[in-house]
């Protein structure tokens, strides 16, 4: 009964590449949160995906930053030319679908920019 | 701007005690209101979550007391134990899309 799973559990880049965050959801659930946490701050909201669409990206910084969630395979969320304000930890949380309120978090990815 | 306010920043109670931590929120339209405990290092887990159609939850020794017209909940720890040292975020959400909106966490410390 597997939890949210997230890789890599820590990356670190240097400025100028590209991240690339994994997230696979819990056993029967579609729709997938995208949370960054900023050190001793709380989470906010980055995006919202279900299978194949982008519902609500919102918290998404406009340039850089860009995630989906393809037919098959985990949710992605790529970071482009990274810069050191990108270092925190970056958590997804799924949902077993629309009317469920419930969203259980992955362990997160932490990422080091240098 | 925060959408969710979340008190103290921190506390320490002794074993045995009770942890309370607060939050308060604007939005009218949230309308489902969780409880995360985050250990460090860890993702949050869902701890209790509340809607508001009820005043009160309670699981264990863990509490959530809700009111709607104050648009405030808090969270009580009953028997605090050091197990229960973690950072504790409350958050809300409606059912427009069920982002969560989080607090700022309390880092709450038991003393044995």
């Known amino acids: 009964n597997a939890g949210v799973m997230q890789n890599p559990r820590h990356l670190v880049r240097r400025r100028g590449q590209e991240a690339r965050l994994r997230c696979s959801p819990m056993?029967?659930?579609?729709?997938v949160y995208w949370y960054r946490q900023l050190p001793e701050e709380g989470l906010k909201f980055m995006v919202y995906?279900?299978?194949?669409?982008?519902?609500?990206e919102s918290g998404m910084p406009k340039e850089r930053f860009s995630a989906e969630f393809p037919k098959e395979g985990p949710s992605i969320l790529r970071i482009q030319q990274v810069v050191r304000g990108d270092s925190a930890a970056y958590f997804c949380a799924s949902s077993p679908g629309t009317g469920s309120y419930e969203q259980y978090f992955g362990p997160g990815t932490r990422l080091t920019v240098t | 701007q925060q959408q969710v306010k979340q008190s103290p920043q921190s506390l320490i109670v002794q074993k045995g005690g009770i942890s309370i931590i607060n939050c308060a929120y604007e939005n009218t339209a949230f309308d489902y209101f969780p409880w995360y405990q985050q250990f460090p290092g860890k993702g949050p887990a869902l701890l209790i979550a509340?809607?508001?159609?009820?005043s009160e939850k309670k699981e264990g020794r863990f509490t959530i007391s809700f009111n709607k017209s104050a648009k405030q909940f808090s969270l009580h720890i009953m028997d605090s134990q050091p197990g229960d040292s973690a950072t504790y975020f409350c958050a809300a959400s409606d059912a427009n899309d069920y982002k969560l909106s989080f607090g700022a966490g309390t880092t709450v410390t038991v003393r044995a």
């Open positions: 995906l279900q299978k194949e669409n982008i519902i609500d």
């Open positions: 056993k029967g659930h579609s729709h």
């Open positions: 509340i809607r508001p159609d009820v």
